[in-house]
DNA sequence: ATATGCACCTGTGTGC
DNA sequence: TGCACACAGGTGCATA
C-alpha cells in the first residue's frame, strides 16, 4: 500500500504523538506477516521508550531507548493507527502496542504483506540493499541516466527497482511518468539527459505535492489518526483509463509492463 | 549479472 | 444469489 509520501506522512504523524512514550504491553494476535514475527518480538519492545521515528524507503524506524530499532513494513494493506486504550481490533488487527499515556498502535493489515521485527540497526538485512532516496540530491539526472543507460528494460520498472532508487511504488511511477513526458515501456536505454533530467524534477514535484495532500487513499491508507489522504483526486493518469487526459483530452490507456498495472496518456507521453 | 514470473494473502468488483 | 476471475500503494526468491 503505502509508498513514500504515505509512510513519510505517518512518520510525521507518529513522531508527534509517540517520541518520548513508553511501551507498556504488546500484544501479537497473528505472527505469520511476510516474515513470521519473532517470538522475542514482545519482549524486545516492553519497557522501552521511543526516542526517534525515522523513514528509510518504505520502512518506518523507530529507535528505541536501548539503541535497538523497530523495524516497520505495510506491504500492500498495512496501516498503523493511534486509538484509546478502550479501541477494540479488528479482524486483522495483528499486533497492538500500548503505550504509557494510555494510548494504543494497532497495526492492521489484512493481506500480511507487513513486517515487523526489532533488532540491531546493523542487523536489519532489510535496509542493506536500498538505492537512493528520491528527494535527495544523490537522485540526480546524471545518476538517473548513467544508470538507465547500463540496463534496456522497461523506464518504469527502474523507477519502481528499491535497489536504485526507494519510495516509488506503482501509483507514483505512472504520476511521474505522466508529469515528466515519458511513456512507461520507455527503455531506459532509450533515456537522453533532458528525460533523464525530466524525470527527476517530475519526481520531486509529484512526491512533494503528494505529501502535501497526506499521500493517497485508495482502499486501505489511512494515517494515524485513521484519516485519509487526498491525492487520489489529483491522480492524472493512475486508475484513470478510458477518462480523458487532462492536458490534452486523449483518452488514458492502462497496459501492463512487469505485471503491474501502467497507466498513461498516450499523447503526452512518447 | 540481469530480467521476468510467481508466490505470498484477503477483499472487492465485474460479468455470467 | 452464487460463482469464477481479475485485480489491488510490495517484495523476495526461483527461474530463464
Not at 506477516?33 to 520502512?59: M, P, Q, T, W
Not at 479488528?90 to 500500548?98: E, M, P
Request: glycine share 8%; hydrophobic share 45%; net charge positive.
Amino acid at each position: 500500500m503505502p509508498e513514500l509520501p504515505e509512510v513519510e506522512t505517518l512518520r510525521r504523524g507518529l513522531a508527534t504523538t509517540l517520541v518520548g512514550r513508553r511501551v507498556t504491553a504488546v500484544t501479537v494476535h497473528e505472527r505469520r506477516l511476510r516474515r513470521r514475527v519473532a517470538s522475542s518480538f514482545e519482549a524486545a519492545l516492553l519497557g522501552r521508550r521511543i526516542e526517534a521515528i525515522r523513514r528509510r524507503a518504505k520502512y518506518l524506524l523507530l529507535d528505541l531507548d536501548d539503541g535497538a530499532v523497530w523495524l516497520v513494513h505495510f506491504g500492500m494493506s498495512g496501516t498503523l493507527v493511534v486509538l484509546p486504550a478502550t479501541a477494540p481490533r479488528r479482524v486483522h488487527t495483528h499486533v497492538v502496542v500500548a503505550f504509557d499515556d494510555g494510548r494504543t498502535l494497532h497495526f492492521h493489515d489484512p493481506r500480511r504483506f507487513g513486517l515487523m521485527r526489532v533488532g540491531r540497526a546493523a542487523a536489519l538485512s532489510e535496509l542493506d540493499a536500498l538505492g537512493v532516496e528520491p528527494l535527495e540530491e544523490s537522485f540526480s539526472a546524471s545518476f538517473l541516466h548513467a544508470t538507465a543507460h547500463r540496463q534496456r528494460r522497461a523506464v518504469k520498472s527502474l523507477l519502481m527497482d528499491q535497489r536504485l532508487v526507494v519510495g516509488i511504488g506503482n501509483i507514483y511511477a505512472s504520476e511521474i511518468l505522466f508529469a515528466a513526458g515519458v511513456r512507461p515501456s520507455r527503455r531506459t536505454s532509450r533515456l537522453s539527459r533532458a528525460d533523464a533530467a525530466r524525470i527527476v524534477a517530475a519526481t520531486s514535484a509529484v512526491l512533494a505535492e503528494a505529501l502535501a495532500a497526506r499521500g493517497s487513499s485508495i482502499s486501505d491508507y489511512r494515517d494515524e489518526r485513521g484519516e485519509p489522504g487526498a491525492f487520489q483526486k489529483r491522480f492524472r493518469v493512475y486508475e484513470r483509463a478510458g477518462a480523458p487526459c487532462a492536458r490534452c483530452g486523449v483518452v488514458i490507456r492502462r497496459t501492463v509492463i512487469v505485471g503491474r498495472s501502467a497507466f498513461y496518456c498516450p499523447r503526452c507521453q512518447r
